[in-house]
């Protein structure tokens, strides 16, 4: 056989081989299934790359131009040339986009192992090709029909022959020959057109109504004049009773060679909606931040003494999540969003008691310790990589259950990847430049297009954050959501990617800005060809992790640290009971205050109002009302109202007066007049008390009932203890045992490393070279891909020969779980039953036990 002969690949699996390691190595980055586990040879990798499951995954990762390649390949002949496929995507009159573009689309379907063959003979993989070839069943993207020879393949020879005839073709001595003569008639440019320019004006009306698909139209037993035309000449072919279908050769020739009517050779541009300052972008994003930082911590605070119980399925109930959006004053969606949040980075769990409920985790208090920058710099990173998405919650999962915050069923593989691609198309925009929605989607439409019945994902209803949801498919709306929770976390300002935002990506600095206000806001300017790295999806920038991902979220907190409002030690107190802090408080004297007062207003200053509940609430801590006078003496920077020092006054003065214990529960006072007055108050009679002594009336109710009704009355009674002393009321903090952040749910396994991808390409090629390597032949050797099988002295005896001659042999091994194994190796010494050698198939010296060899074969000396 000639050596040309041996250089064109005759299987994908020799297709493979024929690869260098570099081309190896981007198939199994490209598509890491493959070496999940890693194949035993180049034949198994070839097997795997084209079983269905993996076919799909791969089909799914290609963008809109390289899936309508193989879509084209998929009904042009098998094999076929590149003209062909370039006139099938071109047309007649040669697209030079299309035609430009074409071979990186080639390129990509090549090195995902989709398409292999040379130019003048491309095969698309069997599995890709039944995926999308068209079919009654499944329709082809293309809105091509069935060829006339697939049409035809049930047809009586008599009815091809009339056919044929009607066409103004020579009769033919059989139907193959009459098949092929009429496709060679539908292929024939000039006279096809010959052959429409005598059709009815109706009949070509119902071509072009069926040209672009779908194909297949409905006629009756007695068709009309103008279908009986078309019927005659084979331009339409039947199907089954009453149905008809357009022969692809004939769509074709009416499309001008052209399989996609709008073929999309470059990604669409994302506009640019508005344009801001770089600085105003920044103030604004970092000040989201900073809210965000807040609100995250107000949620804590709410379920710092235990949160809202778990419900039996999991997640929070939609009674506890109203509750939750009402003190955090945000809408439920909102809440949900913080909840999700908290809880990616491991800051709520819960706490696996017997009444299950949420509450912060001790890594909480470690979050509260860090600077401002660093808590946003998790909360962030925890966002960008969660699979977690909060846009569901509200909606329904495949089983019709809703699905709850913090519940099962919300991890979408595909979110941390679009998170990702979203800012990193807003990164390559001009700095302060927002996008238009828009162009967003469509651009990730382009790079993950939508398909039909191969890999249409199922979609899910709803999802309060839009109410068309359900009308989109997953991408689109993880997208949507993305824009939205961005702003709301500080990354974007104005909708523009701020500083720290790209630095959290790890991506460069950004283009200067031209300050334009609408129009393509993409590196490549309006009618430019957009580099390549826009068009090829391996080019794109790929998530960060380990090191890579800590150090990002480092450099994003620095630049995000002179952004965030510096904390005040000081508020201004005002005659109407109330306190006003500027800005962000110290956090000691953010929590003392938030003992002293209630918290009346937000934004960008708190305003605080003093009540005698708050004020009680203080003196209950264990505060004194000297205590509280210095306090605000040391923190205001007005003097302190005569009104609030009365106020603090006055209650101190009454509160710890009443003293209430444990009976059930009695109240204990040195007045007997106000005892007395309250045993004449009505409002004491759901009480029940009774006079023990003059100065003590003992009750039936529990003392934290007994303290409520007494506050209620108007009073201010303290607790005690069994042995007279106050109690002091402080909140318990609730923790859960240490928790981990819930780990993301990737989409099937992840990408591999540089070391693996290189070690697994050497276990592939040692293995390849053990299963292809020419043995030399021997009486009773087993047949082809079954292990050798000599005695152990032949085998021996062959292993001591080898160790003299320095030559390879091929050896069948079992190991100790029983998998059998062929393997080439280089005995160097055979000693105590082991033999030492050089594995070729792990690419390293090994030692094998000689009972475990089956048997050995010397290899050919070519």
Not at 261 to 289: C, F, I, N, S, Y
Not at 302 to 327: F, I, N
Not at 480 to 501: D, I, M, P
Not at 855 to 862: K, Q
């Amino acid at each position: 056989m000639s050596p040309e002969a041996h250089s064109v690949p005759r299987s994908l699996a020799e297709a493979l081989r024929a690869r260098d390691d570099a081309s190896l190595a981007a198939l199994l980055r490209s598509r890491p299934d493959l070496i999940t586990p890693v194949p035993t040879d180049l034949t198994q990798l070839a097997t795997r790359a084209g079983t269905r499951a993996s076919v799909l995954r791969a089909l799914e990762r290609l963008d809109r131009f390289a899936l309508q390649t193989a879509e084209a390949l998929a009904v042009a002949p098998d094999p076929a040339p590149y003209d062909t496929l370039l006139g099938l995507m071109a047309g007649d009159a040669v697209d030079e986009a299309v035609a430009a573009a074409l071979p990186r689309a080639l390129a990509t379907l090549r090195e995902q192992a989709l398409v292999w063959g040379d130019d003048d003979r491309l095969r698309l993989v069997r599995t890709a090709r039944e995926l999308l070839a068209p079919s009654a069943q499944h329709p082809s993207p293309t809105g091509l029909g069935p060829t006339v020879r697939e049409a035809t393949s049930g047809m009586s020879p008599g009815r091809i022959q009339e056919i044929v005839t009607a066409a103004g073709l020579a009769s033919t001595h059989d139907a193959v020959s009459a098949v092929t003569a009429l496709t060679g008639l539908f292929t024939h440019r000039r006279k096809m057109a010959k052959l429409l320019a005598g059709a009815p004006e109706a009949a070509r009306e119902v071509l072009s109504r069926l040209v672009w698909g779908p194909p297949y139209g409905q006629v009756t037993a007695d068709p009309a004049a103008h279908l009986r035309w078309l019927l005659d000449r084979g331009l339409l072919l039947p199907t089954a009773p009453g149905t008809v279908v357009l022969p692809r050769e004939v769509a074709l020739h009416l499309r001008e060679g052209r399989a996609h009517r709008t073929p999309e050779p470059l990604p669409p541009a994302v506009a640019t909606a508005a344009t801001h300052g770089p600085q105003v972008v920044d103030a604004t994003a970092a000040g989201q931040a900073y809210t965000a930082l807040a609100t995250v911590e107000e949620l804590l605070k709410d379920w710092d003494e235990g949160g809202p119980a778990v419900l039996r399925a999991g997640g929070l109930s939609v009674r506890d999540l109203k509750r939750t959006a009402v003190a955090l004053d945000v809408s439920e969606p909102v809440a949900a969003f913080w909840a999700e949040l908290a809880y990616a980075a491991g800051l709520i769990a819960s706490d696996g008691e017997a009444d299950e409920r949420y509450a912060a985790t001790p890594a909480y208090d470690e979050w509260l310790e860090a600077p401002p920058a660093d808590r946003w710099g998790r909360l962030a990173e925890a966002w960008l990589a969660a699979t977690r998405a909060p846009g569901l919650i509200g909606g329904r999962d495949a089983k019709d259950r809703t699905l709850s915050a913090l519940g099962p069923g919300l991890d979408r593989s595909a979110a941390p990847e679009v998170r990702h691609r979203v800012l990193t198309l807003l990164a390559a925009l001009p700095q302060g430049a927002a996008p238009d929605t828009g162009s967003v989607l469509a651009r990730l439409r382009w790079e993950h297009p939508l398909r039909g019945p191969v890999g249409a994902a199922p979609r899910e209803r709803g999802g309060p954050w839009g109410k068309d949801g359900g009308e989109e498919d997953l991408r689109t709306r993880l997208a949507r959501w993305t824009l939205t929770e961005a702003e709301l976390l500080g990354v974007t300002g104005r909708g523009a990617l701020s500083a720290h935002g790209r630095a959290l990506l790890g991506a460069p600095a950004a283009p200067a800005s031209a300050g334009p206000a609408a129009g393509a806001a993409d590196p490549a300017g309006p009618g430019d060809k957009l580099p390549v790295h826009h068009h090829r999806p391996a080019a794109r920038p790929a998530p960060l992790s380990g090191p890579e991902r800590a150090a990002a979220t480092a450099a994003a907190a620095r630049l995000l640290t002179p952004l965030l409002p510096e904390p005040l030690d000081h508020v201004l107190l005002q005659a109407d009971l109330t306190a006003v802090a500027p800005g962000p408080l110290r956090r000691p004297l953010a929590d003392t205050l938030g003992v002293l007062a209630d918290v009346e207003s937000k934004g960008g200053a708190t305003v605080y109002r003093f009540t005698p509940a708050s004020v009680r609430r203080a003196l209950d801590a264990g505060r004194a009302a000297a205590d509280l006078h210095a306090f605000l003496a040391e923190h205001s920077r007005t003097p302190v109202p005569q009104p609030l020092a009365y106020l603090i006054d006055d209650v101190a003065r009454r509160h710890g007066h009443l003293r209430v214990g444990a009976a059930s529960a009695y109240v204990r006072c040195d007045d007997d007049a106000l005892l007395n007055e309250i045993l004449a108050d009505r409002r004491a009679a759901g009480l029940r008390l009774r006079r023990l002594a003059p100065t003590v009336l003992a009750s039936q109710s529990d003392p934290a009932a007994l303290l409520e009704g007494l506050r209620a009355m108007g009073y201010a009674p303290a607790a005690e203890s069994a042995e007279g002393d106050v109690l002091i009321a402080r909140a318990h903090a609730h923790r859960t045992p240490p928790r981990t952040a819930p780990e993301p749910v990737p989409e099937g396994p992840p990408p591999p490393d540089a070391t693996l991808l290189a070690a697994a390409v050497r276990a592939i090629r040692a293995g390849d070279l053990a299963a292809t390597a020419p043995r030399k032949p021997v009486d009773g050797a087993p047949a082809g891909g079954e292990l050798p099988r000599t005695s152990a002295a032949d085998t021996l005896a062959t292993m001591q020969a080898a160790v003299l001659t320095g030559d390879s042999v091929w050896i069948g091994y079992v190991n100790a779980e029983g998998a059998a194994t062929q393997r080439v190796i280089a005995p160097i010494r055979v000693e105590g039953g082991f033999v030492t050698a050089y594995d070729h198939t792990a690419d390293e010296v090994r030692t094998f036990p000689l009972h475990r060899i089956t048997g050995v074969a010397e290899l050919a000396e070519d």
